[in-house]
């Protein structure tokens, strides 16, 4: 049987929105609050985060990858809030995402920091109480080794430093520039897609040893998901994109191709790609098949 | 023995803030995301919520109070988080923050924002990964319980939604204006004061009936606490409040003394304090003695 990957992603895709509905089904849909958040989580994303968590627990136990759906949702609500608060006039100031205007921008600014606070709070009240929303969940062990690491990854030592280093391009100033770019990206975009593919695996009592080569798969395709978007920034279609092209020049970011140039950034992400999927070589032919084809696509796609 | 309610909160206050030096020191201080949380993490704040919090698990625990030190934190990142993000420019927009400047005066709002969201997610890691930084600490059946009870009380049905009311006085103009505020500071204040008595008793594995009572204090308290907040903004000394005296008028916000009079809010708070000691009367007289301490303080307290 031959792997449809578009039929996987859009399969997981529709599970996903699935319990992100029903977790916000639970509050009233007229607070402004709570159609903010919708406003955001609900506004099309490619779901890439969860969809790497629940690869990588099929991976690890074929009939239980339900288990990994806390995370999956937490996850999802995580990025939204970075997305929401990254948006904001104090910070990108971006009026469209995913083609939609921006949080800040549909409702208001006040209400743009409340609604990404509440999805990132809101994320660890999934985890704790993952009953009201979901059939199976993990254990309470598991459970609190995923707030541990999910907390980790979104905080001070992962995501939240690496949007703080992104303000500041006078860091770029001083020693080698493509070390910057990349540890930036690790902690901005890398430790958050790398603690999904965990996640997802930590969810289903995954072997240390088989989660470990996940890992390694995981921040070789998180970097090479950035070098592709900032690839993409200058090159892809704005219409695809959902946002405004050569916007990272507008705002004067340190990019891939602004450093390295186009065609040596395109040979990175794909070296990062061939050595993300070889580090997963040894989990098995098929039931690796979903997260090398999604590799594939990460490096690959127009938008 | 006389109890000394100066002493008792002193003594608290090192005690807590040891513990939240120690989270700090674990990150490079030279980092502007590092200072910007110490700036405001240590810049003097009352520490009410885990006094209330140790003062709880005292009474139900003698010898083991200790293990709330972790909630204690937790709580107390998430309250500075909710300061920086209600004194933004597209909130409060308030210059100054118990005598200090904000920190997005300090720093820029850019920094402020993620500050706010790095003090939010850390005090989840704090709860998941004790060790760091505690001698000891709850086990994971009853952290799990904390990061549940936590991440509701600031989250989309607790203070987050409070802010939000708090920024639609809109919701005034239709109905019972008391009801309005009341149920506005319960979100808004409220459910983190009385969390913070829960997670104390909860870290201690108290009764649940002994919790109960002390739930219905905490209830009570808060809202007391946030009268005589109001009181204080029309009569205190800014110098001692640290912020501008009146600036709820400025700011057209709907407080007690606005919808009830002054002399009725005082009275209001004086029968809160008063419901609220006899709420844990029959929890025993000297473990609650600073429970109740607390309790007059909060409603006699002139800044």
Redesign the interface.
């Given at each position: 049987m031959i792997f449809n990957l578009e039929h996987y992603i859009k399969e997981k895709q529709k599970l996903i929105n699935k319990y992100l509905g029903i977790i916000l089904h639970q509050?009233d849909k007229k607070?402004?609050?709570?159609m903010a958040?919708e406003h955001s989580l609900m506004a099309g994303g490619k779901r890439l985060r969860p969809i790497l968590s629940l690869a990588s627990a099929e991976i690890c136990s074929e009939n239980f990858s339900m288990l990994a759906l806390p995370a999956c949702c937490a996850i999802e609500m995580i990025h939204t809030?970075s997305l929401i608060?990254d948006d904001?006039p104090?910070?990108d100031n971006d009026d469209l995402r995913r083609g939609l205007p921006t949080c800040h921008k549909q409702f208001?600014?006040?209400?743009a920091?409340?609604a990404?606070?509440?999805l990132?709070?809101?994320a660890?009240?999934i985890?704790?109480?993952p009953k009201i929303v979901f059939e199976t969940y993990p254990d309470?062990?598991v459970?609190?080794?995923l707030?541990?690491k999910i907390?980790?990854a979104?905080?001070?030592?992962g995501m939240?430093?690496g949007?703080?280093l992104d303000?500041?391009p006078q860091i770029f100033e001083s020693g080698d520039c493509l070390t910057h770019l990349k540890n930036m990206h690790s902690l901005k975009t890398g430790k958050m897609i790398t603690v999904s593919i965990e996640s997802g695996a930590i969810s289903v009592g995954a072997d240390p040893a088989d989660i470990e080569h996940l890992i390694d798969f995981g921040d070789k395709i998180g970097l090479a998901f950035q070098v592709v978007d900032d690839i993409l920034n200058v090159e892809g279609d704005p219409d695809r994109m959902g946002k405004s092209k050569g916007s990272d020049i507008l705002n004067k970011k340190i990019t891939f191709p602004l450093i390295i140039g186009i065609d040596a950034s395109r040979k990175f992400a794909k070296d990062l790609m061939d050595e993300a999927i070889e580090s997963i070589s040894s989990l098995g032919e098929q039931s690796t098949t979903p997260l090398k084809a999604i590799a594939t696509y990460i490096v690959n796609r127009d938008h």
């Open positions: 509050f607070r402004e609050l709570v958040m809030y608060h904001l104090a910070m208001s600014e006040a209400t920091i409340l990404g606070d509440a990132l709070t809101h660890f009240q985890i704790s109480q309470v062990e459970r609190m080794q707030v541990s907390s980790q979104a905080g001070i030592m939240i430093e949007q703080m303000m500041q």
